[in-house]
Nanobody
Framework: QVQLVESGGGLVQAGDSLRLSCAAS????????MAWFRQAPGKERDFVAT????????YYGDSVKGRFTISRDNAKNTVYLQMNSLKPEDTAVYYC???????????????????WGQGTQVTVSS
């Protein structure tokens, strides 16, 4: 089992920056891949970014490429999402996810992740 707790959400203005954190505990290992997803009201949960254990491999959703950066500090068992140039359409509940990765392309679909945090609200006003 892996437990995930997100923090860092809030209300910001368009163009501002925000950093989300996700603290992991439990059975993490060098095969644990971490990811961020987001879900706006009435919409599906969308992929934002994912990162492997070493941090050397990352993937981003098209809508956040060049603005968001995912990183991790394994000593702290924490993954971060630095969000710059925020837009109103970035407004959503942001979820941290984790699962074991056995190789190949990093998972980018919500159904591929077994462990989820409770979510943190990000609201971007125009």
């Amino acid at each position: 089992q892996v437990q995930l707790v997100e923090s860092g959400g809030g209300l910001v203005q368009a163009g501002d920056s925000l950093r989300l954190s996700c603290a992991a505990s439990g059975r993490t290992s060098s095969s644990t891949v971490m990811a961020w997803f987001r879900q706006a009201p009435g919409k599906e949960r969308d992929f934002v970014a994912t990162i492997n254990w070493s941090g050397g491999v990352t993937y981003y959703g098209d809508s956040v490429k060049g603005r968001f950066t995912i990183s991790r500090d394994n000593a702290k068992n924490t993954v971060y999402l630095q969000m710059n140039s925020l837009k109103p359409e970035d407004t959503a509940v942001y979820y941290c996810a984790a699962d074991s990765w056995t190789g190949g392309r990093l998972p980018i679909e919500a159904r591929q992740y077994d462990y989820w945090g409770q979510g943190t609200q990000v609201t971007v006003s125009s």
